[in-house]
């Protein structure tokens, strides 16, 4: 079993994340283009000032007055991207398969970085289901991507700390981990693909043509 998942299906997961991705990046290409009020109103300038507002903590109002709702999110997403691609022993892993290395994060600081996932996860998942206006808006999808998101890193968790069956943990997380790779360009996961485009051309309507600011 664990010859299969972390061999084979590791290639298949990678191969269906990258073939989706640039599958959706390309059908989102073609739709835009048939539409006659995307690319012409596209503006370099407006779309950066907009990118760069929203990837800055407490640039927008929206962001200002939720600030505990800013910081987790932001620390999530931060923790939950560059965990993984820092992590030692997946570098590790790449070097055995492809003799490749990069910097790697401090095992402590990686533990920590992992645990600020699960947190907000868990945080994400008691603001759908108290918040009325939120909860009216989600769906039984919102809570399965919820759950694919959170389970590589608990299980992550688990297993770095050998609280559980090492062997069973480990294979549920190289499972949980090809799974959030098959899913993302074929569910709203997909949002990290599409971020700097469709925050560009928000920016662009607002500045271009609304003469008004989109944060």
């Avoid at 790697?104 to 970085?113: F, K, Q, R, S, Y």
């Avoid at 688990?158 to 997380?173: D, G, N, R, V």
């Amino acid at each position: 079993m664990y010859e299969f998942v972390s061999g084979p299906l590791v290639w298949i997961s990678f191969i269906v994340f990258i073939g989706g991705s640039l599958y959706r990046l390309c059908s989102m290409h073609k739709l835009a283009k048939k539409e006659k009020v995307i690319y012409p109103y596209m503006s370099l300038k407006y779309g950066l000032r907009s990118i760069i507002h929203w990837v800055i903590p407490f640039a927008s109002t929206n962001m200002r007055r939720r600030p505990l709702m800013t910081v987790t999110t932001f620390a999530f997403h931060i923790c939950l991207v560059l965990t993984p691609i820092f992590l030692l022993s997946h570098n590790i892993l790449w070097y055995q398969s492809w003799k490749i290395s990069w910097w790697t994060l401090p095992e402590g600081t990686a533990d920590i970085m992992t645990v600020i996932v699960i947190l907000a996860a868990f945080f994400f998942l008691a603001r759908r289901l108290v918040l009325p206006e939120v909860r009216f808006v989600t769906f039984a999808s919102d809570y399965a991507l919820l759950i694919i998101a959170l389970a590589p890193f608990l299980t992550g968790f688990l297993a770095y700390h050998q609280w559980l069956p090492y062997k069973t943990i480990l294979i549920l997380h190289i499972l949980s981990g090809e799974l959030m790779l098959i899913v993302i360009p074929f569910t709203r996961l997909s949002h990290m693909l599409y971020f700097v485009f469709t925050r560009a051309y928000m920016g662009s309507e607002f500045g271009a043509v609304r003469n008004s600011k989109d944060w």
